[in-house]
């Protein structure tokens, strides 16, 4: 029976598998028994997911390329060695991680159920807002701007509070004009990735994550990303809606060119970075939010399973001349990342 099973699970994935090349060939002018042979030999390199294969370009990446494409699985692989678990709590809590990396953190924070009128009133003095975040979720999942500039304000602010649970209320970040240009309706935040392993700390690949058309910065829900030279603070390309795959040379709601824009006090942000990432170095694989404000960056959050997908966006393959990230996981198999030149302008070595 095991035999009969096993046999109809792989009858099923290469159905699939042909029915994605199949569509895939049609949208891209290519051989669908080449694209499914394609997908077949990726999927015993890595584990590949339709969507990686479809958002990396794989079919057009050189063999040795093909190699370095980091997946899901590959980074799953990854934690499981080198993470502590013991450790997640403190990135996965927000109230948990706003001590931690309070020094980092830079306003102020209360659990929702110590939250009265006066604290709110007190926390929207200079915004006239306040944010309120579930103590556990991601992706942008249930975070709330409040508005708390009237008494009235407040008070249906307090029962929202009340109402949605267990959770943390913070001040609302006051973005630098940069940042505030792209889009002043939101937060819009860096996102870096840091891996630690004993083949080294790496802080690598920063995102520019400015909000589309909602009031919260998040690529997974609503946002354009865009890639950012780490050494230099300057956005290397335009930006991608990475749920739609659609492409703006400028925001569509403020116009405000994305590639070339010079993000603020960028030396600083990546000094913080250099003093956060060893607090979490139990963590293997860190996505790390921060946002830039007149009087320097700020940390807004981290993740343990961070989301990857416009590091490897074959639109920008061209800033690590067609190759993934792949390299920074394979200490798993005992290999230390060796930077050719390739990821100059995306990688830095920490330690």
Same mark, same amino acid.
Request: glycine share 8%; charged share 25%; aromatic share 10%.
């Given at each position: ?17 042909r029915e994605f090349a199949e569509d895939y060939a049609e949208r891209h002018g290519k051989n669908a028994k080449d694209v499914e042979g394609d997908i077949i030999q990726a999927k015993k390199l ?5 969507? *990686? ?7 057009e990446l050189g063999a040795k390329q093909k190699k370095t494409v980091s997946t899901l699985w590959t980074r799953m692989d990854f934690r499981r060695k080198f993470t502590d678990r013991r450790y997640i709590g403190m990135l996965m809590n927000k109230y948990i991680f706003s001590k931690v990396f309070e020094e980092f953190y830079g306003r102020q924070c209360v659990q929702a159920s ?21 103590? @556990? &979720? ?12 009237? &008494? ?19 001040? $609302?970040? @006051? ?9 002043? &309706? ?12 004993? *083949? ?9 994550? #400015? +909000? =589309? ?6 690529? @997974? ?26 492409? $703006? !040379?400028? =925001?569509?709601?403020?116009? +405000? ?7 603020? @006090?960028?030396?600083?942000?990546? *000094? ?5 990432? %060893?607090? +979490? ?24 399973? %961070?989301?990857?997908?416009?590091? !490897? ?17 394979? +200490? ?14 995306? #990688?830095?070595?920490?330690?």
């Amino acid at each position: 029976m095991g035999q009969i099973s096993e046999l109809k699970r792989m009858l099923t994935s290469r159905k699939y598998i042909r029915e994605f090349a199949e569509d895939y060939a049609e949208r891209h002018g290519k051989n669908a028994k080449d694209v499914e042979g394609d997908i077949i030999q990726a999927k015993k390199l890595n584990h590949i997911s339709f969507g *990686e294969y479809e958002w990396t370009n794989h079919f057009e990446l050189g063999a040795k390329q093909k190699k370095t494409v980091s997946t899901l699985w590959t980074r799953m692989d990854f934690r499981r060695k080198f993470t502590d678990r013991r450790y997640i709590g403190m990135l996965m809590n927000k109230y948990i991680f706003s001590k931690v990396f309070e020094e980092f953190y830079g306003r102020q924070c209360v659990q929702a159920s110590d939250v009265d009128a006066d604290i709110l009133k007190k926390m929207g003095e200079a915004t006239r807002h306040v944010v309120y975040k579930p103590n @556990c &979720k991601g992706m942008g999942e249930g975070i709330r701007i409040l508005s708390v500039g009237t &008494k009235e304000e407040v008070e249906a602010a307090l029962e929202c509070v009340r109402s949605v649970g267990d959770g943390i209320v913070e001040e $609302y970040i @006051c973005q630098d004009s940069v940042m505030n240009k792209l889009n002043p &309706k939101a937060v819009n935040v860096i996102r870096f990735y840091s891996v630690c392993s004993p *083949e080294g700390s790496f802080l690598f690949a920063p995102i520019l994550t #400015v +909000a =589309h058309k909602n009031d919260i910065a998040n690529g @997974c829900q609503d946002a354009l990303t865009s890639l950012v030279d780490i050494r230099t603070g300057k956005v290397l390309t335009d930006a991608v809606d990475q749920n739609e795959m659609i492409e $703006y !040379q400028t =925001h569509p709601i403020t116009g +405000a060119a994305f590639r070339g824009v010079q993000l603020g @006090c960028w030396d600083e942000t990546i *000094e913080m970075m250099r003093r956060v990432v %060893p607090l +979490a170095s139990k963590i293997s694989n860190v996505g790390w939010d921060v946002a830039i404000t007149e009087n320097g960056p700020v940390l807004i959050e981290a993740n343990t399973i %961070p989301g990857f997908t416009t590091a !490897q966006y074959s639109g920008y393959g061209w800033v690590t001349d067609g190759y993934g990230y792949q390299p920074l996981f394979d +200490a798993v198999h005992g290999i230390g990342f060796e930077d050719d030149g390739r990821y100059e302008k995306v #990688v830095l070595r920490l330690s």
